[in-house]
């Protein structure tokens, strides 16, 4: 089967680089192509090399880094975004642990770093491959990624190849953690050095359906493409060396995550920013080369004179104050001024907006002053509806990262969260932890006393709540220890809140302030539900959180138990006193 498996590889890999697949009928593609042209023009260099026809230099006037910076920063969101929702029937205490859990493994993990990668290369190539091993993200080059050009998706598919080119420690150290033989590691090796000037050992990882002797079954297989043509003394045919299958096995699917920033049919790889602005990229540098050679001659003096003995003679060995004979013809300044620099000018403009339209790298959304006389209402909707474009790819990319989350992130990390743990509570989080449990505490307590005889008020049940929200909060943390598998069974959904990254600053503002106009022409807007749920609902859409404006004020024992005695009309604090039970019922002061 060796020999019949790097053949193939053989064959997919020559189709791969050499073979354009055909979208529509004029229109062709191929992949190894377009990822080569997009790192020299990323990287703001010719294909065809550094100096022209002339033997003048060229320029790269670079104009699409901008607009993938532009678009990283657009469709960006964080780890911050990453949201544990409680499923019905579920747990919210357990929910709110679960989350923050998983934001602290995956701080530790650096899984922001990859959506960071994610969002950074996206725009450059179009399409960014993830692989996950053993609940661990690796990056994929695209140099080395060999796929069917034309399936939609990697699922779909007929092979997927990845090339891992390896020195020779690399390479035992690799097959060591894979289980691979120690023979065939050494066979690989010493067939590997019988290749003159090859630099590393290529070892070719397949995933794709593979004929055996009895069926066909979608297999892992790694190949070592190693090894020298042979010649059959015999025959006098050539042997073609046959490499070496280091590992196969049958899998269910294979182990790559695809995101794409803009897809079309027919082809697999994305359309990024760099590709779609190719012919914009070509004009311009044509534009700026040729302005830059007129600019050569433009800067060169020069005379002309009807007196053939002028000819050629160079007026600079001229000294000062030297009087110049005319006897024979005026020596005059040949005008040599470009005359078309308005066009070179407006060549450029409508290339520029031609950029801009294409990758909506628009001023308003670089951050650049707006031409004098724009409207403020018109800005604000050309951002409104800019960023309604990067929602859309926000939102795509989130419905695919949540989806690796469930998949490769979460078993991971309930492996590594089983075991019994402690986590540690200051601050906000012990304040949500006690309003989570408050209530909770104090029904104990009112159980409590009621099993001894003891009945509750509501005035009584208030104060219990104070004392266990200060006896929590005495020491400034809290240290909850979560016993083995306590997230087992635990009902969660995941969702991810991209909505706050693309609010304009200028609308939260706007909102800000007409709250603020509410507030102040009724004082007592929030007391009324129905006017604060408006209020809550306006604050909403404007990118506001008002439980962050409008919290409860934190206050000491002290002044909470002023305030309800004061609420009853008395001065000072007193005793609390047990409601009067009914007849039968043992009195407890407590």
Known sequence: MENNILKMINDEKQSFENKNIQIVPGLLFNQK????????????????????????????????????KIFSKAIDFDTKNIRILTADGGNPLKTWFMERDLKFWMKDKQFGKVLNRIFYELPIFGSVVLKAIKGNLYFVDLRNFIVEQSADTLEDANYIIEKHP??????????????????????????????PGVKHIMVYERYGEVKTEEKWEYRRVYIADVGVDQEDQMTQRVIPYRGIELKSDVVEENPYWEYHLEKIPGRWLGIGVVETLFEPQINTNESENLLSKASI?????????????????????????????????????LNIQDVNLAHFNDRFNRWMKNRDELTFSYDVVQG?????GTPLGSAQIAMSQ?????ETIQETIAMDVKEMIFKVILPQWEKES????????????????????????????????????NFVNGEQAKIIGIVVENGLKKSGELLKTLPKDYYKNTKYDIDIDITGES?????????????????QADPMILQDPIKKKIIFSIAEDGGINLNDIVGQEQKSPEQQMTEMQGQKGGGGVSKPQMQTPTPGTKTTTI
């Open 166 to 195: 390896y020195t020779v420690a690399s390479f035992r150290k690799a097959m060591k953690e894979m289980g691979v033989e120690n023979d065939k590691i050494e066979e690989t090796i010493n067939l590997y050095r019988q290749m």
């Open 368 to 372: 650049e002053r707006l031409p004098a």
């Open 418 to 453: 089983t075991k019994e743990h402690t986590i540690r509570l200051v601050g906000k989080d012990l304040d949500i932890y006690i309003a989570m449990i408050k209530d909770e505490l104090v029904q104990e307590e009112v159980v409590k006393q009621y099993i001894k005889g």
């Open 503 to 519: 609010v304009d600053t200028r609308v939260r503002n706007a909102t800000k302030f007409a709250i603020l106009q509410a507030l």
């Open 297 to 333: 001659w433009r800067a060169i003096v020069l005379f002309k004179s009807q007196d053939p003995g002028m000819a050629g003679k160079n007026m600079g060995e001229n000294r000062y104050g030297d009087v110049i004979d005319t006897s024979a013809g005026d020596v005059n300044q």
């Open 386 to 390: 800019t960023l309604s474009y990067f």
């Open 33 to 68: 192509q377009t990822i080569e042209q997009i790192y020299f023009y990323y990287n703001s260099k010719f294909q065809s090399g550094e100096i022209d026809e002339d033997g003048d230099k060229k320029y790269f006037y670079n104009i699409n880094k901008n607009p993938c």
